[in-house]
């Protein structure tokens, strides 16, 4: 008998952040704390859970129209950021591709 657990960890995506996405990443996390001293950002810990639940359910996040259908976004809705990523499903692969302010967006949509 096969364990659940072990079947679960068969069934993830392996997830890859994109240097330029981690970059980004960074840099909002480093302003967004200059401007409010004392306090830490949300945003690493958003994208961690982020990172996380694509991992576990990869087609979650909302196919970008005029791209292929596994090219999606996942809005990160405490910070305000999205994660534009494309699924290679053959290798059961996940990348994060940008990070990018969701308001960057509203004019595309």
Do not use: C
């Not at 996380?52 to 791209?67: D, I, W």
């Amino acid at each position: 008998m096969r364990r659940a657990s072990a079947d679960f960890e068969r069934s993830r995506f392996r997830v890859e952040v994109n240097p330029q996405a981690e970059r980004t990443l960074e840099r909002e996390t480093r302003r967004w704390e200059l401007a409010n001293p004392g306090q830490q950002s949300q945003l690493p810990e958003e994208h961690a859970a982020a990172l996380a639940k694509l991992a576990s359910h990869p087609y979650v996040g909302l196919h970008v129209s005029g791209h292929d259908a596994n090219y999606r976004k996942f809005h990160l809705r405490r910070t305000g950021f999205v994660l534009l990523y494309r699924i290679r499903p053959r290798l059961r692969t996940v990348r994060i591709v940008a990070v990018v302010p969701e308001a960057s967006l509203l004019h595309r949509r």
